[in-house]
């Protein structure tokens, strides 16, 4: 690898990716993290313009996409327009720079499986067409398969080369902890900040008994990569193929935490899809890729690097 752009290189997964991305490319290679602050994805021109100063300085042979508009929790349902027209823009524009300024770099999109249908079956990447999602994250998860669509395209009238990689729910060290954040992270700070505020019990949002499949985000990393430099197949689901209750994480996280109160779980708040799992038997026939980090350990982890990020 000489030199990559990483699109939404300064969010939670993008900012592990760049740390491995750099251990990776030659010498003298360089690894360009693009978040907001750099180039607006949503503005057209500044989108151009700004791949066209990387033109001028660099040779790029891999453009890693992970820029999206998208929040936890109840957001999606009450913002589906915010979200389509952000991410439209941002995924078309993403496109078309890449074609104009470097037609030869692997372009490899990074994208969720909230774009399956609601069912509790492992989904196969043959879902992906002729499905709707569930309806509260429509919007958004119609923008996902847009880009797979867009990816295709550019590919076959251009001779491009593109891959994807669909990702569970990430979660590790850098994450958010915030009550509003996705669900490993939120109960992660919940039950952190439980034990040193010593508090009695800890809210779980739902009955506990609905499913998400989990990866660590040095598996995900991981796996983006070998789908990167590897791939043949369009798109790849990466996954331990393996979902886990919500109660089965909570007791995990309060076992990890040393936590001592009670859970209290509320099934008036949102809580999305009943479940959540992959079908990961085609990464693991392609690529011979698995993740290993067992839940446990990657709670452990991410508990013991949030303890010290707050102790600082």
């Known amino acids: ?7 939404g290189g300064t969010g939670f997964i993008g900012r592990s990716l760049c740390n491995r991305l750099e251990t990776m490319t030659e010498a003298g290679g360089r690894v360009v993290a693009a978040g907001s602050r750099e180039v607006d994805l949503v503005n ?43 991410n439209m823009a941002i995924n078309l524009n993403a496109l078309e720079a890449w074609k104009r300024f470097f037609p030869r770099a692997r372009f490899t999109s990074v994208v969720s499986y909230c ?3 609601d069912h509790d079956e492992p989904h196969p990447e043959t879902e992906l067409y002729g499905t709707e999602p569930e309806p509260y994250l429509f919007a958004y998860a119609f923008t996902k398969k847009a880009l797979l669509i867009g990816q295709d395209a550019y590919c076959q009238e251009f001779g491009l080369s593109a891959a994807s990689a ?6 590790g060290p850098g994450d958010s902890f915030a009550e509003n954040s996705h669900v490993m992270g939120a109960l992660i700070g919940k039950f952190s900040r439980a034990v040193t ?26 796996g983006i990569v070998s789908v990167a430099l590897r791939a043949e197949s369009p798109v790849l689901n990466l996954g331990e193929g393996r979902a886990y209750t919500i109660r089965e994480v909570a007791e995990t996280i309060k076992k990890v935490t040393g936590y001592t109160g009670k859970i209290r779980y509320n099934s008036g708040r949102f809580v999305g899809a009943k479940s959540r799992l992959l ?9 011979a890729w698995q993740p290993t980090t067992p839940l446990e350990a990657g709670i452990r982890g991410t508990v013991s690097t ?5 102790a600082a």
Not at 1 to 7: E, G, T, Y
Not at 77 to 84: G, K, N, S, V
Not at 201 to 214: C, K, L, M, Y
Not at 306 to 310: A, L
């Open 197 to 222: 505020q010593n508090l009695t019990e800890v809210e779980v949002w739902g009955d506990g008994t609905q499913e998400r499949e989990f990866l660590f985000v040095e598996d995900a990393v991981d």
């Open 44 to 86: 057209r021109q500044a989108t151009f313009d700004w791949f066209e100063r990387q033109h001028w300085l660099l040779d790029v042979d891999h453009i890693f996409h992970l820029a999206a508009l998208y929040k936890a929790g109840g957001w999606p349902a009450t913002h589906p327009a915010t979200q389509f027209h952000a």
């Open 115 to 117: 774009m399956y249908p």
């Open 306 to 310: 949030y303890r010290k990020i707050r």
């Open 166 to 171: 669909v990702l569970p729910t990430v979660y």
């Open 279 to 287: 079908d990961v038997a085609k990464v693991q026939a392609e690529l």
């Open 1 to 7: 690898m000489k030199n990559a752009i990483v699109l």
